[in-house]
């Protein structure tokens, strides 16, 4: 199975800064298609997970623009330019080139 | 607008069975994979199985395998999971989620239902 490991596992944050998250795979997740099959998403207080990016670097539909990720092969990140309060969660990275899909720890952005 | 809509959880002795289910609007049902991802109490995200588009191509987890049983049923816009042999450990949230396509080895997963809670005490 492919080890998803995520760094750190807590962020303390000040509205208004920037975050970011790291996310290594156990191997490659460069599929032989050319994208990397890496999602994040965003479970919030009391809700199921959401979709925050897909294929490494792109948006889902109603994203704000303040997320972005980026990374290939094995080493990739989230980031968000300013934190907003309503950006409180636990965010996880999931790799989704092979079964059984695997997620990391998740890492709890606290303000 | 997408709905995923998830019932069947409860209390359940171990060794027991439950048989989940996980009503989907809003989308072609019979054209997209789908998954069932479960959450233990105040831990993360676990994978347990999937299936194609079409029903053909079926995924588990080891730690699943042989004790739960994913189907579908694309004329009522349904997904299912026979869970058997309950253990301790199965107890979480259990969740259906949509992939973006046809299949589900590659494919993101784009939608989350609000999950159904499944017990395993005697």
């Known amino acids: 199975d492919i080890v998803m490991t995520q760094s750190p596992l807590s962020l303390p944050v000040t509205p208004g800064e920037p975050a970011s998250i790291s996310c290594r795979s156990s191997?490659?997740?460069?599929?032989?298609?050319?994208?990397?099959?890496l999602n994040w998403f965003l479970q919030k207080p009391g809700q199921s997970p959401q979709l925050l990016i897909y294929?490494?670097?792109n948006r889902a539909s109603g994203v704000p623009d303040r997320f972005s990720g980026s990374g290939s092969g094995a080493d990739f990140a989230l980031k968000i330019s300013r934190v907003e309060a309503e950006d409180v969660g636990v965010y996880y990275c999931m790799q989704a080139l092979q079964t059984p899909y695997t997620f990391g720890q998740g890492t709890k952005l606290e303000i | 607008e997408v709905q995923l809509l998830e019932s069947g959880g409860g209390l359940e002795q171990p060794g027991g069975s439950l048989r989940l289910s996980c009503a989907a609007s809003?989308?072609?049902?019979?054209?997209?994979?789908m998954s069932w991802v479960r959450q233990a109490p105040r831990k993360g995200l676990e994978w347990v199985s999937g299936?194609?588009?079409?029903?053909?191509?079926?995924y588990y987890a080891d730690s699943v395998k042989g004790r739960f049983t994913i189907s579908r049923d694309n004329s009522g816009n349904t997904l299912y999971l026979q869970v058997n042999s309950l253990r301790a450990e199965d107890t979480a949230i259990y969740y259906c989620a949509k992939h973006a396509h046809n299949y589900v080895r590659g494919t993101s997963i784009d939608y989350w239902g609000q999950g159904t809670l499944v017990t395993v005490s005697s």
């Open positions: 294929l490494g670097s």
């Open positions: 809003g989308f072609t049902f019979s054209t997209y994979g």
């Open positions: 191997q490659t997740l460069l599929h032989t298609n050319g994208y990397n099959c």
């Open positions: 299936i194609s588009g079409s029903g053909g191509t079926i």
